[in-house]
């Protein structure tokens, strides 16, 4: 299956660095994951659905045997993510990251490494969704001490995409 023309989209504007440690969350079937895989040292996934993770980590077997992948199933906010801090933290249309209260911030405030940025992409489903969520994006991480560096857009199909991209103090 050929990656979406929004998910290279948003893997491009992660870009990881070789080394990178990336935390993806709701990382769906897994198609992100393996994109950022192949250029970030370790990337760690998230999802809430155990039909999601199963597919992701069938998707990326090569990755995970050799310790480059790894796949939780459960809430972010129960997740054991381990000690290590991540470089980046990414998800794509995960409204949590926009509706309040958004534990999920505390999470990423707490395995973000200082300096460390967060890309926050979504669908752009109408006109005037782009403002709202970008605020209340930028509004939450800013209350975790998180400032946004800058909003990334892009003409992907079937709809507009946006990311809103973050760095930890």
């Known amino acids: 299956m050929r990656a979406s023309e929004r998910l290279a989209w948003a893997a491009a504007v992660v870009a990881p660095a070789p080394g990178d440690r990336v935390l993806e969350v709701g990382c769906g079937h897994g198609v992100l994951l393996s ?53 980046v933290v990414v998800s794509f249309d995960v409204r949590a990251f926009w509706t309040p209260p958004a534990p999920e911030w505390d999470v990423v405030a707490r395995v973000l490494r200082p300096g460390g940025r967060v890309v ?34 892009a003409a992907t199909t079937p709809y507009p995409s946006a990311a809103v991209e973050l760095r930890a103090p």
């Open 120 to 153: 926050v992409a979504f669908s752009v489903m109408t006109p005037d969704a782009l403002e709202p969520v970008t605020a209340a994006i930028t509004r939450l991480a800013a209350e975790r001490g998180i400032g946004q560096v800058a909003v990334h857009r």
């Open 35 to 87: 994109l950022l895989a192949d250029r970030a040292g370790e990337v760690v996934g998230v999802d809430r659905s155990a039909t999601m993770t199963a597919a992701a980590g069938r998707r990326n077997a090569d990755a995970v045997a050799r310790g480059r992948v790894r796949v939780l199933t459960g809430r972010l906010t129960e997740a054991d993510l381990g000690a290590a801090a991540f470089d």
